[in-house]
T-cell receptor, first 108, second 118 residues
């Protein structure tokens, strides 16, 4: 079973930052936090991952709390094309366990 | 071709048929995966191949038989399926280092094969 809890859905205005929360209170010391997204009818797409430190790439930022029990994915300027299901995954190594994810709807 | 390709994109089969799904990755990766995504259920990892060796079988029924002839190709052979096996089957690949299964690298997914079992 997935070790993460995410809200089922969120709305965000186009051009605004989208902040997607994830709880993973049972995370182990060697488990990473991954974020993927799935746009309708496509395969999932990797966004970002991290262990302890905050991470940033061209797509998003990942903020992990100091106790590692929760994290937030930030899309700094959401566009309509960011509408998708966002999955927060906690995993050791390459065996990813997906949960239900958060449906993010970006609205104009 | 670039990335991860899957064929066919759509497949309809009867319960007595035998069919195969094909996945090819053009990324030079050494690990490949099969996932299943049923309606209203999360993606489920089915099989993991690290450097052509199966390292994970997530309690998948024997009517699903994977084959990895080389690090670029992955097949899923299907026989005597049930209607509840209808789903989107996704292939992915990544570049891994030994010890197998311990690294944290991005997985690249293909577009999937939409399977309908009648």
């Amino acid at each position: 079973d997935a070790k993460t809890t995410q809200p089922p859905s969120m709305d965000c205005a186009e051009g605004r930052a989208a902040n997607l929360p994830c709880n993973h209170s049972t995370i182990s010391g060697n488990e990473y936090v991954y974020w993927y997204r799935q746009i309708h009818s496509q395969g999932p797409q990797y966004i970002i991952h991290g262990l302890k430190n905050n991470e940033t790439n061209e797509m998003a930022s990942l903020i992990i709390t100091e106790d590692r029990k929760s994290s937030t994915l930030i899309l700094p300027h959401a566009t309509l094309r960011d509408t998708a299901v966002y999955y927060c995954i906690v995993s050791y190594g390459n065996k990813l366990v997906f949960g239900a994810g958060t449906i993010l709807r970006v609205k104009s | 071709e670039t990335g991860v390709t899957q064929t066919p994109r759509h497949l309809v089969m009867g319960m007595t048929n035998k069919k195969s799904l094909k996945c090819e990755q053009h990324l030079g990766h050494n690990a490949m995966y099969w996932y299943k995504q049923s309606a209203k259920k999360p993606l489920e990892l089915m099989f993991v191949y690290n450097f052509k060796e199966q390292t994970e079988n997530n309690s998948v029924p024997s009517r699903f038989s994977p084959e990895c002839p080389n690090s670029s190709h992955l097949f899923l052979h299907l026989h005597t399926l049930q209607p509840e096996d209808s789903a989107l089957y996704l292939c992915a690949s990544s570049q891994e280092e030994p010890p197998w299964g311990s690294s944290y690298n991005e997985q690249f997914f293909g577009p999937g094969t939409r399977l309908t079992v009648l």
